[in-house]
């Protein structure tokens, strides 16, 4: 467990540095056509952590992991991520993330481990889990850091060439 809290705080500053090197105009420029910016891959991550910040709470007054989905895609477009400040989404995405690895730090062993025969995480987690699986809170939760890390990498691909963390880059 301590491992996965060291690589959650590790991930978070890494990307808050590398963000940096990223300007305010490049933030908004798509990936490739028809695909989401920077500006709009942190803000999916950040619909990210505000449901699954309710989830990690709700989780702990119930023997179920059973949570409502979101429409990712529509929540992008109708909070116009486009529009707000890189720098700012910056802040509101490492701030929340700092506050939920706090909630993972304090959430109760018991809590976390206990085995939860019902649940709809075949439905709504990033990595692959059978329905009939019976499943952990802790798992949904190193859950969330892997789909947080896909996305990072995308946001990583915006990064100027000389800061490029590509292994060609590396090795040069
Ligand atoms: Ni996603």
Redesign the pocket.
Known sequence: MQEFLDDFRATISLAAERFELISEVQSQFPRAEGKWSPREILG?LID?AANNHQRFVRAQFTDELVFAGYE?AEWVDVQRYQDEPWSDLVQLWRLYNGHILHLIEVTPAEQRTKQRAKHNLHQIA?DLLSEDEPVTLEWFMRDYLD?MK??LGQIYESLPASQSVSPAAAVG
């Open positions: 999916h990210s990712q990033s789909h896909k996305h």
